[in-house]
């Protein structure tokens, strides 16, 4: 049975393996990070409208910091990054499906943002960010070889990059992206590169599935 290989970092890693399991998937767990808090001091809350995250791990590793901002409306990136803000005590006003700059097209206008992010973070022109976690690489990541003749889930651009560069031997590894910018990220060679339309774990879930059931055919 062709097995699908979840390279997320934890918690999300394990959220995602139970997911597939509860669907009957052959699956396995082998994170390409892990995820650590960075100190930083929160700003002064009066200086912004409105926080973004665009990462459920801003506000699980956030700290004592998101205190001093919790009365600011925050904007998130998908529905697990408004979960944990909502864990966190912040107070979640908008919900993106597709990235930050459509959830920015939904802010309103002349808002003062303060985005808070990993240490490799887009910068978004205009907005103040500040990093609050980091994602290390684990290297090297143990049995890698549960790859060959699978489906590997690739959530991020980094983590397609990261993945690229550990995986010469390609030809029998399908990828199932997040976006574009994951697949491309994971260069060329693979058996098949496939994406979803809407960054959502599910849907990646299901498309992963999808390619180990065309696998059997």
Request: proline share 6%.
């Amino acid at each position: 049975m062709t097995r699908v290989v979840i390279l997320r970092p934890e918690p999300g890693a394990s959220a995602t393996l139970a997911r597939a399991r509860e669907a009957g998937i052959d699956a396995v767990a082998i994170p390409l990070f892990e995820v650590t808090p960075v100190d930083w001091v929160a700003p002064d809350a009066a200086e912004f409208d409105a926080l973004l995250l665009t990462s459920a791990n801003a506000a699980r590793h956030g700290g004592a910091g998101l205190k001093r901002l919790q009365a600011l409306p925050t904007y998130c990136v998908g529905e697990a990054t408004a979960a944990a803000a909502r864990a966190a005590g912040l107070s979640v006003v908008g919900i993106g499906s597709d990235g930050a700059a459509a959830l920015l097209d939904q802010v309103p206008g002349g808002l003062r943002l303060l985005y808070l992010a990993g240490v490799d973070h887009r910068p978004i022109a205009g907005v103040r960010t500040i990093a609050v976690y980091a994602s290390g690489a684990i290297a090297p990541p143990p049995s890698l070889d549960a790859l060959q003749g699978g489906v590997a889930m690739v959530h991020s651009a980094r983590a397609g990059a990261q993945l690229a560069g550990l995986v010469s031997d390609r030809g029998a590894i399908a990828i199932a992206a997040i976006s574009k910018a994951a697949a491309d990220a994971c260069g060329d060679g693979w058996r098949k590169v496939a994406t979803i339309a809407a960054p959502r774990d599910g849907a990646l879930l299901a498309l992963a599935a999808k390619l180990c059931q065309d696998r059997g055919r």
